[in-house]
């Protein structure tokens, strides 16, 4: 399964005349068994993606020994009561979304001593149930996280309206970074990865078609 989605990463980029490098598989772990953990990680999978701080400790805590080239990704949204916890856990954040956690994660970086790259969440469909900044407040909140929080954001991320053409979505997504001299994009997940490629994806966030479907229906 994992080398089907690499070599389909791999297409969809050189389609888009990108090199395969310019593409980061995100294999999204969560909610997935010991047993395909470990059989993704045997075929050299490094990168890992988690939406829930407590469940990723517990599954990755033990193994990072073992695989000191491990890379945590969280994807999901972050409280500022789990920043400490977050912060010794990942290493990249791709759900900052508002001032609080800008500053709890900052600070928590240098209380470890530690660097992350971050992404900021954009809501692009305005979903009031998803998280996220809306596209304008994207200036303010950008010069915010690098100057007040002093983080480093390296690009945005969102999460298309399930009932929405996502390509929409991805096409904002690009446009806003551009705008904004931001030059990672996270979009793109099992049902549209190829797409969110197209349109300049740096990091695709792969779930259910690296490992197979998710246990239960939660995100
Ligand atoms: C679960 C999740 C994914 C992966 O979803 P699949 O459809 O299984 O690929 C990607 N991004 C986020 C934010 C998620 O929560």
């Known amino acids: 399964m994992i080398a089907g989605i690499q070599d389909r990463i791999h297409q969809a980029a050189r389609k888009a005349g990108r090199a395969a490098a310019s593409v980061t598989l995100i294999a999204v772990s969560k909610q997935q068994s010991d047993e395909r953990i470990d059989a993704v990680l045997a ?25 000191p080239d491990l890379q945590l990704h969280l994807i999901g949204p972050l409280q500022s009561n789990k920043a400490k916890e977050a912060v010794s856990l990942f290493d990249v954040f791709h759900t900052i979304d508002r001032q609080k ?11 470890q001593n530690k660097q992350a790259a971050c992404f900021i969440q954009v809501n692009t469909g305005e979903e009031p149930q998803k998280s ?15 100057i007040e929080a002093k983080l480093s954001v390296c690009g945005l991320m969102c999460i298309p309206p399930a009932d929405e053409e996502p390509a929409l979505h991805f096409a904002l997504l690009r446009t806003l970074a551009d705008t904004h001299g931001l030059s990672q994009l996270s979009m793109g997940m099992s049902a549209d990865f190829e797409e969110a490629i197209a ?21």
Not at 56 to 64: E, I, N
Not at 101 to 111: F, W
Not at 201 to 219: D, K, N, Q, W
């Open 43 to 67: 075929s050299g999978v490094r990168v890992f993606g988690e939406n829930r701080v407590r469940e990723a400790g517990q599954r990755w805590q033990h193994r990072r020994p073992t695989f």
């Open 101 to 111: 956690i800008a500053l709890a994660v900052a600070a928590e970086l240098q209380a």
């Open 132 to 146: 996220g900044i809306a596209p304008y407040e994207l200036s303010d909140f950008l010069s915010f996280c690098r």
């Open 199 to 219: 349109f300049g994806a740096t990091h695709v966030r792969i779930g259910s078609a690296v490992f197979g479907s998710r246990a239960s229906a939660v995100s």
